[in-house]
């Protein structure tokens, strides 16, 4: 697996931030998703939470998960590696900016959100909170994955002009 960035979000205004500056400005993949398709599979995962749309595991199952949701909310990191659940999967579509349009509208519906969500797939008693922070830590172990184009600082822009003027 090649080297991924670090990545730091804190809130849900930060993925936000992050996904406007990838849209904006460009990124090279380090794994198999672009852009729109992470903005499609972090979209459906919060429709999920917000909308009640997906069968829940079963309850044993349920209470298997929470210890490493715990672990995740106190990490702040998510493992790698897990598969995704066929419904939650991105479109095939590698350059979609319709999803991209989704998933910062789905991001600013869920930080705005003050009604509990409904009874979560994966785990029991999850509360706004804590769901709002794994949506987050979960934005941000995908947007690892794609390496911001580097944006030139205003001196070495202006030294650049230079140089091509002489």
Avoid at 99 to 115: F, N, P, S
Wanted: aromatic share 6%; with cysteine; net charge positive.
């Amino acid at each position: 697996m090649p080297k991924l960035r670090t990545l730091r979000l804190a809130t849900l205004d930060d993925a936000i931030a992050e996904i406007e500056r990838l849209r904006d400005h460009g990124y090279t993949p380090r794994g198999r998703w672009s852009l729109s398709q992470m903005s499609d599979h972090l979209t459906k995962v919060m429709r999920v939470g917000m909308d009640g749309s997906m069968p829940r595991l079963p309850w044993l199952a349920r209470k298997m998960v929470w210890p490493l949701a715990r672990w995740t909310l106190w990490r702040g990191a998510m493992i790698s590696g897990a598969p995704a659940p066929k419904p939650v999967l991105p479109a095939e579509a590698r350059d979609d900016e319709s999803a991209i349009d989704r998933c910062l509208a789905t991001l600013a519906e869920a930080r705005d959100r003050r009604e509990p969500i409904p009874p979560y797939v994966l785990l029991d008693g999850l509360t706004l909170d804590d769901w709002k922070r794994l949506m987050v830590i979960h934005a941000q172990h995908h947007l690892r994955f794609l390496e911001p184009t580097p944006t030139p600082t205003p001196q070495v822009a202006a030294q650049s002009t230079r140089s091509n003027r002489a």
